[in-house]
């Protein structure tokens, strides 16, 4: 049992620093086009709330972004980048919960302002937020490094 846990705390640090280097680096990179695939998740009771489920396709619908470009496609996040008219997003979404707490525990250290649901996450300017808040629902979090 020790030996299994050693490669998942590995495994958890790497899916930490890669999603958080990716997702600062993407807020200041240029954007290439390219296009993303839906993917739904079902709603998640956190604390006594339940955090809304919501596919790629409906975030990307509520930011308002046209052209998508994937930054990460891998089997435990996908990571989307785009740049509005407004300004730029990141987007991520996970396969699991576990993944997604284990990004932003890591993600928290960096700062930020998060919109957070059931196994995604968009990261942008606080003012940007509000309007995909409305949509989509979730909760807003803001950090400090």
């Known amino acids: 049992m020790r030996e ?3 490669p998942r ?11 958080v280097g990716l997702a ?6 240029p954007t290439p086009s390219s ?10 009771l956190v604390a006594g709330k339940t955090l809304p489920g919501a596919g790629l396709d409906r975030i990307l619908a509520a930011i308002k972004c046209d052209r998508p470009s994937v930054q990460v496609d891998a089997s435990e996040l996908r990571q989307v980048s785009c740049q509005t008219g407004a300004g730029r997003y990141v987007v ?3 396969t699991t919960r576990e993944n997604q707490d284990a990004w932003y525990e890591g993600a928290r250290a960096y700062g930020g302002t998060y919109l957070v649901g059931d196994r995604w996450t968009v990261v942008s300017d606080p003012k940007l937020l509000a309007e ?14």
Do not use: D
């Open 4 to 6: 299994m846990k050693h």
């Open 9 to 19: 705390i590995i495994a958890a640090s790497s899916l930490t620093v890669l999603g």
């Open 24 to 29: 600062v680096f993407t807020i200041f990179a």
């Open 35 to 44: 296009t993303a695939t839906a993917h739904h998740h079902p709603a998640q």
């Open 92 to 94: 991520m979404t996970f």
């Open 132 to 145: 995909p808040h409305a949509q989509l629902g979730g909760r807003i979090e803001s950090h400090q490094h």
